[in-house]
Each structure stands twice: as structure tokens, then as C-alpha cells.
Nanobody, 123 residues
Framework: QVQLVESGGGAVKAGGSLTLSCEAS????????MGWFRQAPGKEREGVAA???????TYADSVQGRFTISRDNAKNTLYLQMNDLKPEDTAMYYC??????????????????WGQGTQVTVS
């Protein structure tokens, strides 16, 4: 069973930066697409970024040029570097694993596994 644990969220002012981390454990975490999605209160889940097993990233238009997704397979860790944060980035951010035969794209929100989330608040 895949387990994902996020960290690194917090409260920042607009224009600031945060780096989210996600430690993965389980038999398949480093072999498949992984990504980040977010959800704000009263809003639908939104895909933010995804990275395939070969390290190729995709991004939502809303974060393109500001966010960078990366993975360190040796450490079983996924990252999301977030720069130039805006109030509209405020949400709970979730790390997710797509599992086998998963279409890897930033727009995805139907992941097989996800963590408990980490809150990002931008004022």
C-alpha cells in the first residue's frame, strides 16, 4: 500500500515562496506518475503539476512559470517549489500517486493514492 506524507505548507505573503515535500513509501511510488493537486474551501479539486516516471513535468496554466515539480527517486520524495505565490494559490495541497496505466498530466485529479494534505495560505 502506498503512503504519502506531505510537509512544508504554511502562511506567506503574496510574492513569497514555499517548498512542499512529499515522502512516499510502498511498493510502487517511485515507478509511476506523481503529482500535486489542491482544493480550496467550497471549490473543486484542481490539478497543479505532475511528473512522470522519466521526470517529465507538466503544469496547470495557473502555475506555469511559478511552480516547479521535481522528484528524487533515491529518496522516494516528491517536491513542489512554489514562487511568486498569490492569494488565489491558497488551498490544501495534496501529493498523489497515479499508479499503473495512469495518464500523467497536470490536469489530473483522479489519482490512486494521496496524502493527508498540507495547508498553504497566501495573504
Amino acid at each position: 500500500q502506498v503512503q504519502l506524507v506531505e510537509s512544508g505548507g504554511g502562511a506567506v505573503k503574496a510574492g513569497g515562496s514555499l517548498t512542499l515535500s512529499c515522502e512516499a513509501s510502498g511498493y510502487t511510488s517511485v515507478s509511476y506518475c506523481m503529482g500535486w493537486f489542491r482544493q480550496a474551501p467550497g471549490k473543486e479539486r484542481e490539478g497543479v503539476a505532475a511528473i512522470d516516471e522519466n521526470g517529465r513535468p507538466t503544469y496547470a496554466d495557473s502555475v506555469q512559470g511559478r511552480f516547479t515539480i521535481s522528484r528524487d527517486n533515491a529518496k522516494n520524495t516528491l517536491y513542489l517549489q512554489m514562487n511568486d505565490l498569490k492569494p488565489e494559490d491558497t488551498a490544501m495541497y495534496y501529493c498523489a500517486d497515479g499508479g499503473p496505466n495512469f495518464r500523467c498530466h497536470a490536469s489530473q485529479t483522479s489519482y490512486s493514492w494521496w496524502g493527508q494534505g498540507t495547508q498553504v495560505t497566501v495573504s
